[in-house]
């Protein structure tokens, strides 16, 4: 199978990248990136001759079309992907998101090739800390930031493919993935490569917002099984029942790499900052029949922990600027 992965040298595309070749060496890979600050080839340097890595822009629609052309399937993980930069300034998100997806439809529309879009919880907005509901399938759409309105509206342009032109997609919503290859500018290597490197982990506002935590593996396995055995059209909610609030989560990281547990600063909080996320993937287990491998949260960061830890060539060239452009927002206040 021709497989054209977009947003392949990020942490999740590469990630499905490497899992695809080890579980389905026939796979022949295309992936089309950017190459923008958040990806990084060297994590496709140990296949780098099983695939063909395409430098460019998903709303280049030639060259989309040509690649889309000698496709059978379209994964769609290229995007903007993170909540801080889109509140500094929004536009990328809205060119690369909605304009960059539109030219994606619009080439497998020409095509007729199969598509698998994917997407995250946030579309949902948030949850309070005590309700007893989780997202599911049919919950109304009502994103806070600029990041998770334009991957809402990059959902509602498949679904409106789907149904006007009988585009052959489906789309997953997963939560807060966390593993190998995860740009430090994210809330768990940030922390990881903090304590790693000498500096105190840092939570924004008082720490008790949750995040519902999966393994970027466990992700990538329901990927396959959507595209394998979803139904044409649908949607399904990715999620292994890991809400973790983000106090516990550094507390875990500070644990396991021998710190004090309170070894960490308050920092000015995220605007607009969602509360809660929480997925019920119920109906991903029972009609698809997926589970999640890793449900040990601290045996999971552990691993994590021990790879940033190992990989210190993978992430420390980028430290210090991630460090100082969080710095020129951030105040400690406790
Ligand atoms: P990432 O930022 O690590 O990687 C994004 C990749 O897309 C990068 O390699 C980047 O170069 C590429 N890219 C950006 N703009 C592009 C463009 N215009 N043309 C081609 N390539 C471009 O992101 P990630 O965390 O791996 O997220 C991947 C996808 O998964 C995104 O669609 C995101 O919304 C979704 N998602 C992420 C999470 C999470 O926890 N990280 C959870 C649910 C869903
Ligand atoms: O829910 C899925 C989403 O998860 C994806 O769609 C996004 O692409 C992905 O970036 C992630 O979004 P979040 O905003 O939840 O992730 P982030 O890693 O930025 O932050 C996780 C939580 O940690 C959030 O509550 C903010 C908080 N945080 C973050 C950073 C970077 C801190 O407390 N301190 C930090 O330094």
Known sequence: MRVLV???????GANFVLRTLEQRPDAAITVLDKLTYAANPATLASVSDRI??????????DLVDDLVAATDLVVHFAAESHNDNSLADPSAFVQTNLVGTYSLLEAVRRHGVRYHHISTDEVYGDLDLDDPTRFTETTAYNPSSPYSSTKAGSDLLVRAWVRSFGLAATISNCSNNYGPYQHIEKFIPRQITNVLSGVRPKLYGDGLNVRDWIHVDDHNDAVW?????????ETYLIGADGEVNNRTVVETVLELLGQPADAFDFVTDRPGHDRRYAIDSTRLRTEL????????FSAGISATIDWYRDNADWWQPNKQAVEQGYAATEKVIG
Request: proline share 3%; aromatic share 8%.
């Open 6 to 12: 977009t947003g392949g040298a990020g942490f999740i």
């Open 52 to 61: 063909d890595l395409v430098k460019g822009d998903i709303a280049d629609a």
């Open 225 to 233: 099984t959507i595209i394998d055995k979803g139904e044409i059209g």
């Open 289 to 296: 029949g997926w589970r999640p491998q890793y449900v040990d």
